[in-house]
């Protein structure tokens, strides 16, 4: 079976990728890799075919003078979903030689086996997708970083087999709530998140992580200039590498610099701008990334709050469906606001954000981007309370400036299941 999968017009062949993961394991390119890991979530259907591959991620690594464990089921007992009868999974893991990797996925392209832990595990029909680079989380998450291992440091690149049809994985897509209790179950043995990577059911992902350099960027102390600390892998030589670091705002880019990189310092001056930034090391020789860094920012200044909880909480009656009256009483809180340090501030007065914040807005309306609530038959009740408990929970976390409820059905009633529970004392409350 020859995998391959058509990207912007062009092919990228299997033996691209040979390549491509043969230059990266190769000694001091990507870093110093010994073994690789396994982790197999692995499924029982109920139609008796035997295990099939829900999800795995091979993770090269180094082990110093440590015998790779043969590995097997990390959980003793199947893991079942109450609304998923007669399924069951399981999660592999184990360990081999890095020699071991190149064989590995010219079977699973020659043959479209995957055979690693000495049993068969039943695959998709699999296609090739190009390589990727996956930086660490920063100011907002990457997503695949919740299937990859200890990815918070220089980054991981990615190689991964597709299944595009997924076509045994439906009752998951019928449900999602099933995978969602499905990898709560399966973060007890392992910190993997597929409740929200529904698109990587049946894939195969190797993940190389680099580690043949450190590195971090940060901000000197004059608040211009950006720094770029870097040191080697002690069994890696040095080369020559370049930094690339560039800043946008509001979809332009706000400064840019590319130095190379000749010590354990390298300083990169950019013109004193907004928006956040993101960082890039390129070995040159290579061709390949060794460290990136997903859009990111610097604090330079800190909102310290104080909350003093009031002696007397604010007690109220909400009538009941049986006509009886239930009591509420709801602590309240005293914020006291400081800021500690010069927050940035919009260069055009303030009108660039406001701009930016209506616009916003107006994209989440038109795609519509909120709770919906439709109960079913019977349960029309339920779906209200649980509305209303969604309602509270924003009110709690948002509410300290204030809130504004706006519904056309407004009664008395959805005024004390709602506003009358926030406990800022200060917040300007309108319906």
Known sequence: ??????????????????????????????????????????????????????FTVVTTEFRAGVAAPSGGFLNRKPIKLKSLKG???????????????LPAIEELDGKGEWRQSGQPLGIGKLVLMPPVFAPPDSMGPVPINRALKNNFWNGSHLLEWADPEKKVFQPFFDHPQRLQHLSEAIREWVPLGLASLSDRLGNIAVQVPVNA????????????????????HPNVAPRPLRAMLALEFDGVITGYASPLIEGAETTLRLPVHRGPHRGVVWDEKNQIVLAATSPSSFISAVGLNMAMMSPEPRVFFVKQADGSLAEQRVGLVNLIKSVVGKPHTDDNGGWTQRRMYRDDVSRLVSEKRFIQYKPERGK???????????????ISTYGAEGVWLWDPFLSARDILMTLFHCSYMSAELRA
Do not use: C
């Open 1 to 54: 079976m020859q995998t391959t999968v058509q990207t912007a017009g062009e092919t990228w062949s299997f033996e691209e990728t040979r390549a491509h993961l043969e230059k990266l394991i190769s000694h001091g390119v990507a870093g110093v890799y010994t073994h690789y890991q396994v982790t197999e979530i692995v499924a029982f259907p109920d139609n008796g075919r035997g295990a099939i591959n829900l």
């Open 380 to 394: 029309a009740r339920q779906k209200h309370e649980e509305a209303l408990a969604d309602v509270r929970a924003l």
């Open 87 to 101: 399924w069951s999974f399981g999660v592999v893991r184990y360990t081999r030689p890095i020699e071991d990797l």
């Open 213 to 232: 350099v450190m590195t971090s960027f940060g901000l000197r102390q004059n608040g211009r200039d950006f720094v770029l600390e870097l040191a080697w």
